[in-house]
């Protein structure tokens, strides 16, 4: 831990040492003792400009609140943007927020979700019938990115042949979701050209589609008529590039944390392979003690107070979602890996109130279906000596890689 002198904002001074303990590269892999320091001191100030939130009632409470803006990406401490631009929902506040996201719940509901499953248990079986042939699985690469990319494309109507281009751009695009702390959440020249990248992609797609629509998302965004009002290109793509990436880079991640959680407490494992109706349970349990997105800001438009902490217009907030899923005022014995927890209050791996994770169900549902056929699928599977590595992401954080060694399929 430690090497917080080079790691200060230009003009600031040093980053305190619990943010920088949180934000070491060195302290990817297990960030939590970190993160409970943070809690503990929460609401805190490390410098002003910034408010530091790890509670969980605070989280909760705060992520509601009205007065605390989504539109972080013009907040004083936001890195300057660099490339084409696109804004979408995710950085809007009601009712502009509202009017967008409305149009396309309709794609996201529980029945539209359910009637997926199907398909998504045939991609995935195949999946493992692949790694099955290999003889081994590399868990990230074979399976966390290919069935929530595959998804994803279907859903909107992107071509998958387009995969390793959409992955790679997606994987680069999620470093820039960092909090700006330091030295992370800069746009680097690779994450502009990941952007640019989509931008151009997208345009080319929606013109495509504009002169032959189809039966998917991209084509009923482009017809979709909300109060007299359309949406123009620009906000059709935004709202493309957003989907495509909320909804990969996040559920690949919960793939990884699920199934490395699994493979390091066998007797849960064994436990879900007697009986797979566990696997919602598991996949919640592992939002609360995995949480794919550890972070998110709002930036505060009123003057107030939190605790003893001042707030002030133009403050960021940093909600630590990670912290919270392990607060001991919420969760008993929070750092154990407990797919039979008793009912708690919900955990907020997918935020609270207006910007509630849209693909929260689909989620939900991808990574039941991967763990029930994991469970089911490999015969002893163990995690390889050193076949864990972690991706440099702060915030959409996961493993890299993830090698797992079996004896065989059922
Ligand atoms: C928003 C987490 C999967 C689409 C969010 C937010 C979180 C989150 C924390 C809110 C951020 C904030 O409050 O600032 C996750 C996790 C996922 C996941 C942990 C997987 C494990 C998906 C999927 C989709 C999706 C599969 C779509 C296919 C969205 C959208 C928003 C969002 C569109 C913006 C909602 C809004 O601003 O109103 N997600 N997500 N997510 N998510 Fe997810």
Known sequence: AGGNGDSALPGR?????????????????????????????????????LLVVGRHDQCSALLRDQTMSAARDRAPLSPTPRGPRTRNFLHLDPPEHTRYRRLVTGAFTRRKVDGMAPWIREIATDLFRAAAEAGTLEVVDDLAYALPLRVICELLGVPFEDRQLLQEWSSELATALDPPLGTTGRMTPEAARARAGFVHYFRRLIEERRSAPRQDLISHLLQVEEDGHRLDDDDVLATCVLLLNAGHETTVNLIGNAILALLRHPGQLDRLRADPTLAPAVVEEVLRYDA??????????????????????????????????????????????DIERPAAPAHLAFSAGAHFCLGAGLARLEVAIALELFSTFLIRPR?????????????????SRLQVDFDGVH
């Open 383 to 399: 995690l390889r000596d050193g076949g864990v590595s972690y991706k440099r992401n702060l915030n959409l954080r996961g493993p």
């Open 13 to 49: 001074p040093p980053l305190p040492g619990e943010i920088a303990d949180l934000t070491d590269p060195g302290n990817r892999e297990d960030p939590y003792p970190s993160l409970e320091k943070l809690r503990r001191r929460s609401p805190y100030t490390p410098f002003d400009g």
């Open 292 to 337: 794919p997105v550890q972070m998110t800001t709002r930036v505060a438009r009123r003057h107030g107070t939190l605790g003893d902490a001042e707030v002030r217009p133009g403050d960021t907030v940093l909600f630590l979602l990670g912290a919270a899923n392990r607060d001991p005022d919420v969760y008993r014995d929070p750092d154990r890996f």
